[in-house]
């Protein structure tokens, strides 16, 4: 099964919102209320920001949102700060078979 | 505090074998599930495999199915994967991580090691 799509690169600056959208299929995305997002910094660990499509775990700024229609997922943060510029990924279960499946990355750039 | 450290990665020539070690402590390790998940350079995250909090069940992506196993020692808390038949796209640094939720095989990854990188190259 195919990674989940997202776009390549997303720029926005301090102050502002950006949305990331992470587009699958009825197999994954759109069958399940399952997706989850990562912020994943270079040569770190990555992290969960968002799970259960609109949950946050304990610690994660309420800047971060995340949402979805049909097929396609959204990861919203608003009052963009310096520390948010990190690689963004999207995850969704997608059944017993191909279980989960990650997008391919959105690189998030504060200007 | 909760960590994970992996181990065992390496360069190691395609169609050779491997084994990844992830070493947990901080948490109750035969209470949850564990992952591995991959990102090979340039790439973006690729989920590996997940075994239950007790190792009864095992799932994999369809990339290595076949290949690797997944594994995991509770009375040690350490987490395996023996990987098998390696080839070049098996190039990756790989993460183990903790699932969210307590027990069974669940799909949200909340604690991850910092990696060890598996080069595969003749």
């Known amino acids: 099964q195919s990674a989940l799509t997202q776009p390549a690169s997303v720029s926005g600056s301090p102050g502002q919102s950006i949305t990331i959208s992470c587009t699958g299929s009825?197999?994954?995305?759109?069958?399940?209320?399952?997706v989850s997002w990562y912020q994943h910094h270079p040569g770190k660990a990555p992290k969960l920001m968002i799970y259960d499509v609109t949950k946050r775990p304990s610690g994660v700024s309420n800047r971060f949102s995340g949402s979805k229609s049909d097929n396609t997922a959204s990861l919203t943060i608003s009052g963009l700060q310096a520390e948010d510029e990190a690689d963004y990924c999207c995850?969704?279960?997608?059944?017993?078979?191909?279980?989960?499946?990650f997008g391919g990355g959105t690189k998030l750039t504060v200007l | 505090q909760v960590q994970l450290v992996e181990s065992g990665g390496g360069v190691v020539q395609p169609g050779r074998s491997l084994r990844l070690s992830c070493a947990a402590s901080?948490?109750?390790?035969?209470?949850?599930?564990m992952h591995w998940v991959r990102q090979a350079p340039g790439k973006g995250l690729e989920w590996v495999a997940v075994?239950?909090?007790?190792?009864?069940?095992?799932?994999?992506s369809d990339s290595v199915k076949g290949r690797f196993t997944i594994s995991r020692d509770n009375s040690k808390n350490t987490l395996n994967l023996q990987m098998h038949s390696l080839r070049s796209e098996d190039s990756a640094a790989y993460y183990c991580?903790?699932?969210?939720f307590g027990y069974g095989a669940g799909f949200y990854m909340d604690v991850w090691g910092k990696g060890t990188t598996v080069t595969v190259s003749s």
């Open positions: 995850c969704s279960y997608a059944g017993s078979s191909t279980y989960v499946i």
């Open positions: 901080g948490f109750a390790f035969s209470n949850y599930g």
């Open positions: 009825s197999s994954d995305v759109g069958g399940y209320n399952s």
């Open positions: 075994v239950s909090h007790d190792g009864t069940n095992k799932y994999y």
């Open positions: 991580a903790k699932d969210l």
